[in-house]
């Protein structure tokens, strides 16, 4: 069943003012802001009612059951699927696309991590969950990202949404539905940027299957984000609520939803041994319903259950610091590299300032994402200093990913060299580029 809205006429007008836009640069702002925390998606209110005659029907986004598909990211191959194409309300899943968008922007330049978006009086309204932004503030692009991922802040990502949309949120929505149109989500219609109850805010299992293997596939650069636990908000940790990064193994996100009409949604994204699955869930009647669902599911996609070790709880809870009983990943990987080492730095570069913190330690290419995290994250561990990081690369027509410690200064990234090749590990130091889009600035962030 196709779902749309009245207003599918005036949706389809601004296609060409959405693709336009698309190649004009977005508007920087500047200032500070503050927040407070929130946990739990819950609406203060009740949501509107969809239309009773899509309730009555049956088949509506409140239907009985939950829906459910499983898909292997390479081929894009369904694994299984129930109800996958039932109507369901996204909830909070709704901030996926609002995030595909920002990664456009990012991707072509449109704006940066460090670009600061305007906080409207309606941006600062909207309900709980949220930071606590304030109209006339501003917040940096990565921060919103960072507070979309993990806390699922409505706040942050209706500022983005407004920034994304030209100054509204309305508009946004509208390109939200043709990028969904693009990817052949043919039963979903988005209404905001945040995922708030709206009765013309619809979608389906299906549907954002195809939203999550687009970001996983085509942002890969962007990954990071979804995979970090909390992270320092103006002196504020800010904790992420998807518990499938602490209790699945191999879990690399990505997002979670609930409104009293929508229910428990979850997508989460997970590799093991280079096979990547991508799993939906919506309609389930508690979080432990959605979770047990979803560990089944990948479990039997990738054909058998791993227990999470301690080692890999704490990694995931503290994933800057990870335990030392954590294994180096196997060093078969890490022979191939995209740079060599420095051997000839230019002049400007021969004596830096010691607090210049733009020089980055590389760690070696790996095949596997999962191993080229835990190389960064024992890294970390063993110097002590530098943001653990991973990077996706292409090399000699290969999907490879890079481990590093960027925010290094240059004596630092030195040192830490020295200290890792002291224990048999290979590392380079490089200069961090102007233009990197994947370093997420904070001390876990990985």
């Known amino acids: 069943m196709q779902v749309w809205s009245k207003g599918r006429a005036a949706m389809l007008a601004v296609a060409g003012l959405y693709l336009a836009g698309l190649a004009e ?38 239907s009985p059951g939950a829906s459910a598909i499983l898909i292997d990211v390479s081929s894009g191959q369904v694994i299984s699927s129930q109800g996958a194409d039932t109507p369901r309300y996204p909830a909070s899943l709704t901030k996926l696309m609002t995030l595909d968008l920002a990664f456009q922007a990012l991707t072509t330049g449109r704006m940066t991590l460090d670009t600061q978006i305007p906080v409207s009086a309606h941006a600062a309204s909207v309900e709980p969950v949220k930071l606590g932004l304030r109209p006339g503030d501003t917040i940096a692009v990565r921060d919103a ?30 390109m939200m539905t043709l990028r969904a149109q693009a990817l052949g989500m ?33 942002y890969p650069q962007f990954q990071t984000f979804f995979e970090v636990t909390s992270f320092n908000f103006r002196g504020r940790t800010v904790f992420s609520n998807n518990q499938m990064l602490k209790s699945y193994a191999g879990a690399t996100g990505m997002k979670t939803g609930y409104t009293n009409l929508a229910e428990h949604n979850l997508i989460t994204s997970a590799d093991r041994n280079g096979k990547a699955l991508i799993g939906v869930v919506l309609h389930e009647p508690s979080w432990g319903h959605a979770y047990v669902q979803m560990t089944t599911m990948l479990d039997d996609g990738f054909g058998g259950h791993v227990p999470m070790t301690q080692e890999m709880v704490a990694a995931a809870s503290h994933p800057a610091k990870p335990p030392m009983t954590v294994s180096q990943p196997p060093a078969e990987t890490v022979a191939s590299r995209t740079t060599e080492h420095l051997t000839e730095l230019p002049d400007s570069a ?23 995290r835990l190389a960064a994250l024992q890294a970390r561990q063993l110097h002590g200093h530098g943001i653990a990081q991973i990077q996706h690369v ?53």
């Open 186 to 218: 043919a039963q979903t219609e988005f209404a905001n940027a945040s995922g708030l109850p709206n009765p013309n805010q619809v979608t389906t299992a299906r549907d954002l299957s195809l939203l999550a293997r687009d970001i996983v596939v085509h």
């Open 394 to 446: 292409q090399h000699n027509g290969k999907d490879l990913w890079l481990a590093q410690l960027t925010g290094l200064t240059y004596d630092g990234a030195h040192d830490t060299c020295r200290v890792m090749n002291a224990h048999g590990h290979q590392c380079d130091v490089q200069p961090l580029a102007a233009d990197h889009l994947a370093m997420l600035n904070e001390p876990n962030g990985i």
């Open 145 to 174: 990202i960072l507070a979309m991922t993990t806390m699922s802040a409505n706040d942050a990502a209706t500022a983005l949404g407004e920034y994304l949309g030209g100054g509204s949120e309305a508009r946004c929505a509208q």
């Open 25 to 62: 640069p977005l508007p920087a702002f500047a200032h500070d802001t503050h927040h407070r925390h929130h946990h739990v998606l819950r609406s203060a209110s009740p949501a509107p009612a969809p239309a009773p005659s899509v309730a009555a029907s049956g088949f509506g986004p409140t």
């Open 350 to 372: 021969k004596q830096p300032p010691s607090s210049t913190k733009r020089w980055v330690a590389q760690l070696g290419l790996y095949h596997y994402k999962t191993n080229a």
